[in-house]
């Protein structure tokens, strides 16, 4: 047996190797007259390595030694039967063997359990050779282990499998398995480790002396006559946990708690890890213990100590969070902490839900905190199905709290939090109700429902779907406002779309007003120059004909626009930013939003969305309102994406008389967007393999982040300037563990990196139309990575460690022609 573990980083040290060595004995004890089998397998003369030879100690080698027996049949095993108090290391070494075992002689594909679980097998067949390829990845086994919902958070494992059977005169000669997993984390294959298995059994004598056969009319019979201990056990390898001796438990670390030097600054790399080792200890903490530190803990880092008890997601650390917070006492901004940490939950599970539920429930909560529950509930619920746990109870009294009070809200305000709540949950059964709202709706409720609509994937994107949104931009039953009319535009045109659906809404842009259809037409163009997009191949064909593609139609100015460009390309992740800009014809910015996008592995993530409107502009400028369109009440207000979670809008003003009171009573200071420190990536894997050891994948990463937005508007120099800066950390732990008998070893890879990222907007009034100057730029951003390597075998053990840190430079990122030709034209002039 030749295992080996190697990181496939470089720099990294080398990697960790086993090699080991047994004579086996097989020894028929019964047959009948069928042709089943009873045999006695029997491990001896055991010695493992390298470099020196390592001993088991006497407790493992007499186990070892310890025979099993397997029921066999024409080269399949039937049954298993051992002791099963015997250690989970030694009863798995024992299954890899007897898999080994696991043949047929003519070719096909078959269902076969061994030690990998019951998998899929291919045999092909060449005078005395047999070769079996078993798909790894069709193996199911009793579940172990979990992993992030959203699959760019998750592990991407690449996993080969191939034995050859050499069979001279129906004695089995000679067996080769050999096996290999690539694993690595789904946004950075480079941070990968590579497994390596190798198992060889080769006949050395068919003359051996063993015990004597037993006779008997049943295997029943002969297994009850029989001394051994022999339970009947399962073929595939149990999986093992193992003891971490040097973690620091919750309770030692009270012990040294110094409430006066927390000292913690969210965007950086050292609190980040500082919260990761939390929720380690967190998880392994008891009730008591987790009350204690939320208790003695300053005020400042109670929402630090919430937000790891909500990722830990442990019974006793949810537990103590029920006890602890009070919903009728404790902050508003402690609650929001809380229910957002919930709804960024990476794994969430029904206990988290109906935590969430039970705080939320019969009381008299400030509107935000009730806003941002059930913006959560709707994220937990969506999240819990992915799980494929729609069937909780918890579930389903989730998604009936935000449908009964979706039927019974009174307000605009209401009914949009509930629509959002359902885009979050993406539940397929809801979309006929966000198609209803859709279509009734006010403008507000409207535009909710889309935005629900656009979290749903293209397969649920139907054709009823499809012909509301027709409805809604052609306007075939009522009018709708400009901005519903693109969003329904958007969802036929990100949705596998008919080149007729295209054609339409291309030819209908001729009769849209300026600044309508320029941002309509630049979308257009915008997703035929992405290489990512899923229709540009339709809208290309659709571009060669000249009655669509032709000045007529293109000819259209306004200072709308529609842009998106890579920011970073990987061979595993590619990461856009894309801007929308919606003008009314008077030249006041209607519609902005701002997209980071993650594309990997046919996933998509929307890492950060943000849209700020404006209504109600008109009036302030004199612009008549279009005829069968309501004048809208004067307002302004954002709504955020956070990594495909919708979070509660918030408004910035409604009327002029708060929007003149905010003015004059603004301070000039940042106001905090998001803070805080989310749990991304959450993995935990076992690998069986061939040989019957076993390899462990452990992959946690959290984000710090700290977003503040600020406004500056000056009446008397006619300008408005806003500013929002993202400071971020994200730290990656990513390991694999080998656990044998004799050896333990880890291949460890931590990876940060900090960054800062600024958004400035500057609009000049005084012009006409109005200048607007946008800047996207990136400080220089510190990393730092560091690959580990221990191995302990006995008294001996050894440590290994290599790194590299650096700095990459910052840059500015240009967006487009015309928004460099006016930043230029306005930062001159404040010169």
């Given at each position: ?15 960790a190797?086993?090699?080991a ?88 594909t ?35 282990g ?8 998750g ?5 080969t ?26 946004l ?16 050395v004598?068919t ?5 004597a056969?037993?006779?008997?009319q049943r ?29 620091p ?8 708690f110094?409430s ?41 880092m ?31 901004s ?29 009381k ?5 905190v ?10 937990l ?99 709708y406002?400009?901005t ?7 969802i ?89 800009l ?20 046919g ?29 809208p ?46 749990l ?9 393999l061939?040989?019957?050891l ?15 937005a ?21 730290a ?10 004799f050896?333990?070893?880890?291949l ?37 990575e ?46």
């Amino acid at each position: 047996m030749d295992v080996q573990l190697v990181d496939a980083s470089t720099p990294s040290p080398q990697g960790a190797w086993l090699q080991a060595e047994a004579l086996v004995q097989l020894h028929q004890l019964w047959r009948d007259r069928g042709g089943e089998e009873l045999l006695q397998v029997q491990v001896q003369d055991s010695t493992g390595g390298p470099p020196e030879e390592i001993a088991l100690s006497q407790e493992a080698q007499a186990e070892l030694q310890q025979p099993v027996f397997i029921s066999w049949n024409s080269g399949k095993v039937k049954a298993f039967y051992g002791d099963e108090a015997e250690s989970i290391l030694i009863s798995n070494l024992k299954r890899g063997i007897i898999s080994l075992l696991q043949l047929q002689p003519h070719a096909g594909t078959a269902m076969e359990e061994d030690v990998s679980g019951r998998c899929q097998v291919t045999y092909t067949t060449s005078n005395h050779s047999i070769t079996k390829t078993k798909d790894l990845l069709s193996c199911t086994k009793p579940k172990s282990g979990f992993t992030s919902v959203n699959k760019i958070f998750g592990v991407e494992w690449q996993p080969t499998s191939r034995s050859q059977y050499m069979v001279k005169d129906n004695l089995l000669q000679s067996v080769l398995a050999e096996e290999s997993h690539v694993v690595s984390p789904a946004l950075r294959s480079t941070t990968g480790i590579k497994i390596s298995s190798r198992q060889q059994l080769q006949l050395v004598s068919t003359q051996t002396s063993g015990p004597a056969e037993v006779t008997g009319q049943r295997l029943e019979d002969v297994l009850s006559v029989m001394e051994e201990q022999h339970q009947p056990l399962g073929m595939p390898s149990l999986p093992f946990r193992r003891v971490c001796t040097l973690c620091p438990s919750l309770r030692a670390y009270l012990k040294g708690f110094d409430s006066q030097s927390v000292k913690m600054d969210t965007s950086k790399a050292a609190t980040t890890w500082q919260f990761q080792r939390l929720i380690q200890m967190l998880r392994g903490a008891k009730k008591r213990d987790i009350l204690q530190l939320l208790r003695r803990a300053p005020e400042a880092m109670i929402p630090f100590v919430v937000e790891a008890a909500v990722a830990a997601q442990s019974v006793a650390s949810l537990a103590a969070l029920s006890d602890f917070l009070d919903f009728s006492k404790d902050p508003k901004s402690l609650l929001e902490k809380f229910l957002y940490a919930a709804a960024f939950s990476p794994r969430p599970s029904g206990d988290l839900l109906c935590l969430v539920l039970d705080k939320l429930d019969g009381k008299q909560l400030a509107p935000e905190v009730q806003e941002t529950g059930i913006v959560a509930v709707g994220s937990l619920v969506g999240k819990l199905c992915r799980q494929k746990l729609c069937g909780l109870q918890e579930v389903e009294r989730g998604v009936e709290t935000i449908l009964t009070g979706l039927r019974g809200a009174e307000e605009e305000s209401k009914t949009v939090i509930y629509l959002l709540a359902l885009g979050n949950a993406v539940l397929p059964k809801t979309i006929p109700t966000l198609l209803d709202h859709a279509e009734e709706g006010p403008a507000t409720v409207t535009t909710a429902a889309i935005s629900a609509l656009r979290q749903f994937p293209p397969q649920h994107i139907s054709d009823k779907v499809k012909r509301a949104m027709r409805r809604i931009f052609h306007e075939t039953r009522k009018s709708y406002e400009k901005t519903c009319r693109l969003a329904a535009a958007e969802i036929l045109l990100d949705n596998e779309p008919l080149p007729m659906d295209v054609i339409n809404i291309l030819l209908a842009a001729s009769e849209l007003e300026t600044e309508m259809a320029m941002f309509l037409l630049l979308k257009v163009q915008n997703n035929l120059h992405a290489d990512h997009h899923p229709a540009r191949k339709i809208m290309k064909d659709i571009m060669r004909d000249p009655r669509i593609n032709n000045y007529n139609l293109f000819s259209k100015v306004g200072i709308s626009s529609s842009f998106s460009g890579p920011l970073t390309v990987t061979q595993d992740l590619l990461s856009t930013f894309g801007l929308d800009l919606l003008f009314l014809e008077g030249g006041f910015l209607r519609k902005s939003v701002s997209d980071f996008s993650l594309l990997s592995h046919g996933q998509r993530l929307r890492a950060a969305q943000v849209t700020i409107e404006a209504q109600g502009m008109e009036s302030m400028v004199g612009e008549n309102v279009l005829e069968g369109e309501e004048e809208p009440e004067l307002m302004a207000g954002m709504s955020a994406i956070f990594f495909d979670v919708q979070l509660r809008p918030i408004v910035f003003f409604q009327g002029y008389t708060d929007l003149m009171a905010k003015v004059l009573l603004s301070s000039g200071e940042p106001t905090s967007v998001v803070k805080g420190n989310l749990l991304l990536m959450d993995h935990h894997q076992v690998i069986p393999l061939q040989s019957g050891l076993q390899v462990t994948i452990r992959l946690q990463g959290g984000l710090g982040l700290d977003i503040s937005a600020n406004m500056d508007v000056s009446i008397w120099e006619q300008e408005l300037k806003t500013s929002i800066n993202t400071r971020g950390s994200l730290a990656i732990d990513f390991q694999a563990e080998l656990d044998a008998p004799f050896l333990q070893a880890t291949l460890r890879n931590q990876m940060e990196v900090e960054t800062s990222i600024h958004f400035d907007t500057m609009l000049k009034f005084s012009s006409s139309p109005v200048l607007m100057c946008l800047q996207l730029r990136e400080e220089q951003v510190p990393y730092r990575e560091i690959f580990t390597v221990s191995k302990s075998a006995g008294s001996q053990s050894s440590t290994t460690r290599k790194g590299r840190q650096g700095i990459l430079p910052g840059r500015e990122f240009a967006l487009h022609g015309a928004n460099s030709r006016v930043c230029n034209l306005l930062l001159r002039a404040e010169e």
